[in-house]
């Protein structure tokens, strides 16, 4: 993930496939060619025409403070729609899908613990909780910060860009146990636009 002098975010999330094509082009460079547009239209034209031929299935957030959209990147399909204000959740499945139990789950938490007329420092609070969720102990790979022996969430962040709050945060490990250190003069350094 990242953001630009002009404000945009970009994110990308890989999805899971049958098989992985190790001759496609490295999908963490789509974050890289996403931060050279100015907004969200931009990003969206710089896809092309196929990239489920060019690149393994992948989900692109972009969000420029006026618009915001998720393509979706199959084995077989591209899908790029915008999604208005709200509370959303990305992740290695399709948020879309009805299906997705963990998303599904961890959207219904982070609508009951985030209020967007509450305090920053409220909401801070609130995503910080969800990141470091371990709803399931039957099923790590179900939970919000996952734990197993061969694999798991190694770090997290909270970004914020807007009128009421504006910085960067992140942990250095798994959030549930890992302090979240202020990087916000990243942002500072940024050149402006």
Not at 26 to 38: C, H, K, Y
Not at 157 to 186: H, I, M, Q
Not at 188 to 193: C, F, M, R, T
Request: glycine content about 10%.
């Amino acid at each position: 993930m990242g953001v630009n002098a002009a404000g945009l975010f970009a994110g990308l999330t890989n999805r899971p496939a049958e098989s992985r094509d190790e001759r496609r082009r490295s999908r963490g460079l789509l974050v890289m060619d996403a931060l050279g547009s100015r907004d969200v239209a931009e990003v969206e034209a710089g896809l092309g025409g196929d990239p489920h031929r060019r690149y393994n299935p992948f989900f692109l957030l972009s969000a420029d403070g006026r618009r915001c959209s998720l393509a979706s990147v199959s084995e077989t399909f591209t899908r790029v729609r915008a999604l208005e204000p709200g509370v959303h959740v990305v992740g290695n499945e399709d948020p879309s899908d009805p299906g997705s139990d963990k998303i599904s789950r961890i959207r219904s938490d982070a609508e009951r613990k985030i209020d967007p007329q509450e305090s920053f420092e409220a909401l801070f609070a609130g995503l910080v909780e969800i990141l470091g969720g371990h709803e399931l102990d039957s099923d790590p790979f179900r939970n919000t910060c996952v734990h197993t022996p061969d694999y798991g969430t190694r770090s997290a962040a909270v970004l914020a860009l807007g009128p009421r709050a504006r910085g960067y945060w992140a942990s250095e490990g798994p959030p549930c146990k890992t302090k979240f250190n202020d990087y916000t003069s990243l942002l500072d350094a940024l050149p402006q636009a």
